[in-house]
């Protein structure tokens, strides 16, 4: 289904109420640290991993539903914290490793790289999770089984991850730490990223007011299955696959500045769609434009965070970043709830899009239009003289 993302896959899912604050102390340990993997490889690749596993065995540690479900609520806390916890460190350690030069097409290949294993992956796991449920009376064996899949995949991930080398990286000295700016200050000459930041606490709150709910309304109004979720997935995935490649090509030509604008321009028609859909073969539609257009704002978004950030204040930088989203990410489901349960899905669906165009469209006049007004000013190289 449509995926509510901020800028990376590595934002995106349920959060908790303690993500700001989770942010900012992740900041000050990704800044004090000399290493960047180990932080990333114990939380994101370690404890967050080990949460999958433990979220498998919740129907074996208790048959009470209440308690089972506070369970799964502390896990996902877990594995929310951990992730978010490593995140500052990864987008860190990734602008060191990535040369600017490179970015489009590291982040191409690595988006490719996704969108194939979930294209192969979410239709499966539809299928297991249909056709494991109640096997040896286990009645959510299916779902066991993928959490399960999920914990040793993601084991061969960090594994994958700890094989990378990180470039060496000299501990700034105390008296330039005592004598050098803060971030606030800083963003005074960075009007653009404040812009990135303003732009993206509106784009995530018009996201996450419809996003916990398309699967709800599509298993609930329009009588969808798990295999056909997972087959919705799939759709969305092999667009995707075509949009990387596309936008792509689009962003080596006009940069990730543009394309965001670009593709994001086009995102709030997805959420407008569901409001006349009546069938579950028409989310397939949706699905398939959805993978097409987000796979390009996906693929500028993480880009333009590396392009825009103070490059002395970087870990701050993204925390402040990840900070506004995922404080949209815990108001705009409360809200949508609410609007849901007071004036029905489709509410949400329009005010979703109408949030979306707004938050876009002040991505292009905060972010966007500063940057190319400042380059138009900027006075002609003088021609040199004859000699």
């Given at each position: 289904?449509?995926?509510?993302?901020?800028?990376?896959?590595?934002?995106?899912?349920?959060?908790?109420?303690?993500?700001?604050?989770?942010?900012?102390?992740?900041?000050?340990?990704?800044?004090?640290?000399?290493?960047?993997?180990?932080?990333?490889?114990?939380?994101?690749?370690?404890?967050?991993?080990?949460?999958?596993?433990?979220?498998?065995?919740?129907?074996?540690?208790?048959?009470?539903?209440?308690?089972?479900?506070?369970?799964?609520?502390?896990?996902?806390?877990?594995?929310?914290?951990?992730?978010?916890?490593?995140?500052?460190?990864?987008?860190?350690?990734?602008?060191?490793?990535?040369?600017?030069?490179?970015?489009?097409?590291?982040?191409?290949?690595?988006?490719?790289?996704?969108?194939?294993?979930?294209?192969?992956?979410?239709?499966?796991?539809?299928?297991?999770?249909?056709?494991?449920?109640?096997?040896?009376?286990?009645?959510?064996?299916?779902?066991?089984?993928?959490?399960?899949?999920?914990?040793?995949?993601?084991?061969?991930?960090?594994?994958?991850?700890?094989?990378?080398?990180?470039?060496?990286?000299?501990?700034?000295?105390?008296?330039?730490?005592?004598?050098?700016?803060?971030?606030?200050?800083?963003?005074?000459?960075?009007?653009?990223?404040?812009?990135?930041?303003?732009?993206?606490?509106?784009?995530?709150?018009?996201?996450?007011?419809?996003?916990?709910?398309?699967?709800?309304?599509?298993?609930?109004?329009?009588?969808?299955?798990?295999?056909?979720?997972?087959?919705?997935?799939?759709?969305?995935?092999?667009?995707?696959?075509?949009?990387?490649?596309?936008?792509?090509?689009?962003?080596?030509?006009?940069?990730?500045?543009?394309?965001?604008?670009?593709?994001?321009?086009?995102?709030?028609?997805?959420?407008?769609?569901?409001?006349?859909?009546?069938?579950?073969?028409?989310?397939?539609?949706?699905?398939?434009?959805?993978?097409?257009?987000?796979?390009?704002?996906?693929?500028?978004?993480?880009?333009?965070?590396?392009?825009?950030?103070?490059?002395?204040?970087?870990?701050?930088?993204?925390?402040?970043?990840?900070?506004?989203?995922?404080?949209?990410?815990?108001?705009?489901?409360?809200?949508?709830?609410?609007?849901?349960?007071?004036?029905?899905?489709?509410?949400?669906?329009?005010?979703?899009?109408?949030?979306?165009?707004?938050?876009?469209l002040l991505y292009v006049w905060l972010s966007v239009w500063p940057i190319f007004a400042a380059q138009r000013s900027r006075p002609a190289a003088a021609p040199a003289s004859a000699v």
């Amino acid at each position: 289904m449509e995926r509510a993302r901020a800028s990376s896959d590595s934002w995106r899912r349920s959060r908790t109420s303690s993500a700001p604050c989770r942010s900012f102390r992740a900041r000050r340990a990704a800044d004090a640290v000399r290493h960047r993997k180990p932080l990333v490889t114990w939380t994101v690749g370690g404890f967050a991993r080990v949460a999958l596993l433990a979220l498998a065995l919740v129907p074996w540690l208790t048959n009470v539903p209440a308690t089972a479900i506070w369970l799964i609520i502390g896990l996902n806390g877990v594995r929310s914290f951990m992730s978010n916890f490593g995140n500052p460190a990864w987008t860190v350690l990734v602008g060191d490793l990535v040369p600017p030069r490179l970015r489009a097409l590291y982040f191409g290949n690595r988006n490719l790289m996704i969108m194939l294993a979930a294209l192969l992956v979410a239709p499966l796991a539809g299928w297991l999770i249909k056709a494991g449920n109640g096997w040896l009376d286990q009645p959510y064996l299916g779902y066991q089984a993928v959490l399960a899949l999920a914990f040793v995949a993601g084991l061969a991930g960090t594994v994958c991850f700890v094989r990378i080398p990180e470039p060496h990286r000299v501990r700034r000295a105390r008296v330039v730490q005592d004598a050098g700016t803060s971030l606030w200050a800083v963003l005074g000459d960075h009007r653009a990223f404040v812009g990135l930041v303003v732009s993206g606490f509106v784009w995530n709150l018009a996201l996450q007011v419809a996003a916990p709910f398309f699967n709800v309304y599509l298993v609930r109004h329009l009588g969808a299955g798990a295999g056909t979720v997972g087959l919705l997935a799939g759709v969305n995935t092999l667009f995707g696959l075509l949009g990387s490649g596309l936008f792509g090509r689009v962003m080596d030509r006009i940069g990730a500045l543009k394309t965001q604008a670009v593709a994001g321009l086009f995102i709030p028609v997805i959420p407008t769609a569901w409001i006349w859909i009546t069938a579950p073969w028409q989310v397939g539609v949706v699905e398939a434009y959805s993978g097409l257009v987000w796979a390009g704002y996906n693929l500028a978004n993480f880009a333009l965070l590396l392009e825009l950030t103070p490059s002395s204040h970087r870990p701050q930088a993204v925390a402040l970043y990840q900070t506004v989203v995922f404080v949209s990410a815990v108001v705009g489901p409360l809200l949508g709830g609410w609007l849901a349960d007071t004036f029905g899905f489709r509410v949400i669906f329009g005010l979703s899009g109408a949030g979306r165009l707004l938050g876009i469209l002040l991505y292009v006049w905060l972010s966007v239009w500063p940057i190319f007004a400042a380059q138009r000013s900027r006075p002609a190289a003088a021609p040199a003289s004859a000699v």
